[in-house]
């Protein structure tokens, strides 16, 4: 026994913590970017309720405050037989926070979300206590029928360049347009210049969970969460297209979940 704590449960204990020291390490390093030609944040309210997610297996994610002590991200960034922080910077360095509860939606399957398929790619994170500097969004669904060149805002703290770790941790923003035939299962999202076909805005690795804002009358809202993302015409990589997950079909779900927390949206 070390310090009332078996061998094995201090060896577990100490790979846990060197995962999230790891994450910490990469996101307080990191320059003034992410998300693939993103910028800085358009508008107070929509820095202030994105957040970063870090897994005790070293990935890290985007996430976004629905209620004090309620976080919405997508469902594969949290898989189960891992423990999740949400990271702290109101004191000017990395702290963690405490995710006391974790709930995926039923409905998610991992295989169709890495096919780029449509699924339930949504979860909710419950926290202990509120996240320090930082606001609930409005929670809303996508204008029904969704236009193609429908123009939607994402903000996530992913990287600027994919495999590149240390340029993530910094909340940008990019304004996106849908592409295809955008619906309540999925929207897809490509650059308004590039459209898709060649190197431009998008999500990169860690936006993964990030939230889709729209306009509406009382202001931007929450319509999706970010799911995948692909590089020009579909190849691997980052600043071609973006996946959304749109909340139409599981709003009712996330509002039943936050109220079993005693959260009210």
Known sequence: ML???SANRYFCAMKFAAAFIAALMLLSSAPAFAIV???????????RSVVTIVGSRG???TGSLIAPKVVLTAAHCVPSGAEYRIVDNSSGQPALQAVRSVAIHPAFRMD???AHRATADVALLQLDTPVKGKAPAILGMPNIPIAVGGRFTVAGIGVTVRGDGKSGGTIRVVGLVASGKPGTLQIRLVDPVGQGTRAGLGACTGDSGAPVFEA??????????????????????CGGMTGVTPLTLYRDWLLQTARQWGAGL
């Open 112 to 114: 169709a979300m890495l």
């Open 3 to 5: 310090g009332g704590m």
């Open 59 to 61: 990935n890290f994610c």
């Open 37 to 47: 030609g993103g910028g800085a944040p358009s508008t107070e309210g929509v820095a």
């Open 216 to 237: 509406k009358p009382d202001g931007l809202a929450i319509v999706g969460v970010v799911s995948w993302s692909t590089g020009p015409n579909g190849s691997d990589g």
